[in-house]
């Protein structure tokens, strides 16, 4: 059952957890040290099999506002995003992959420009870094814009979303295991119209050697069925926009 959005001005951070041992504790300094102090942080483990939960432990210790929720399952990123969102009880609602990084302020400022425009739905730029955390020469510049075809072709950063669920409501994402935050963005915008973006680098996606978004061919099927099972797109607008988005990524253009 959804948990009831009890103070205005938190903000709920969404991080679902699976063998992220390597780079968790890092992600949750970053959370931390935001300038931003009213949030809570829900870290949800997959069933992780390595010793995420030993470092999320210490951290709940160290802070009371991180809290670890555990899936009785295995049952994907998806699910644990899902879980994670029924409990939530921020006015808005921040997503944070487990092994990305948030700059100190990113927070406060993404808050600040969608309460200054009275946008619920943002996104922001991102940076990449490697493994060992060094930050590489790729810059992800976000649109100032986004409609629901933009979507489509160019998924916004996962972990510079924030939403207003109290405009928008709680939004859950389809039970696939690949492409499931596109759907949900996908599920938010038809409600909000469009997201707005933030064009500062608040935030770094790590690349990292076994990473799921490494399988380019598992990728496109997942991409598919967005398109044609969870979105009803046409075969022929469907099969345009697989292209667009393989041609992108060979340019290097496409995040």
């Keep these: 059952m959804d948990k009831q959005t009890e103070n205005s001005s938190l903000v709920s951070i969404i991080i679902p957890v699976y063998n992220t041992g390597q780079f968790i504790q890092e992600t949750l300094r970053s959370v931390m040290e935001q300038s931003y102090t009213e949030w809570e ?30 899936m009785q399952k295995n049952g994907g990123a998806a699910a644990a995003r899902n879980y994670g969102v029924s409990q939530a009880g921020g006015k808005y609602l921040a997503f944070l992959d487990s092994d990305d990084l948030w700059v100190r302020d990113k927070l406060e400022k993404q808050l600040r420009f969608m309460q200054k425009g009275n946008y619920p739905f943002s996104c922001t730029s991102y940076g990449k870094i490697d493994e060992e955390s060094k930050v590489l020469d790729k810059v992800c510049i976000c649109q100032k814009k986004y409609t629901y075809d933009d979507v489509l072709k160019r998924n916004p950063g996962n972990s510079t979303i924030i939403y207003d669920c109290q405009t928008v409501g709680k939004v859950y994402g389809p039970d696939i295991h690949r492409r499931n935050d596109l759907a949900m963005w996908l599920t938010v915008i038809k409600k909000t119209g469009c997201i707005y973006g933030y064009q500062e680098v608040l935030g770094y996606h790590r690349i990292r050697k076994d990473s799921l978004s490494i399988n380019k061919r598992r990728l496109i099927s997942y991409q598919w069925k967005v398109y ?17 988005k393989v041609v992108q990524t060979m340019l290097g253009k496409n995040g």
């Design 41 to 70: 942080c829900l870290c949800i483990d997959d069933c992780s099999t390595d010793d995420s939960i030993s470092y999320i432990s210490e951290f709940t210790q160290k802070d009371g506002r991180i809290r670890l929720l555990k």
């Design 228 to 244: 044609r099972d969870i979105e009803k797109l046409r075969v022929m607008k469907s099969a345009y926009l697989i292209v667009y």
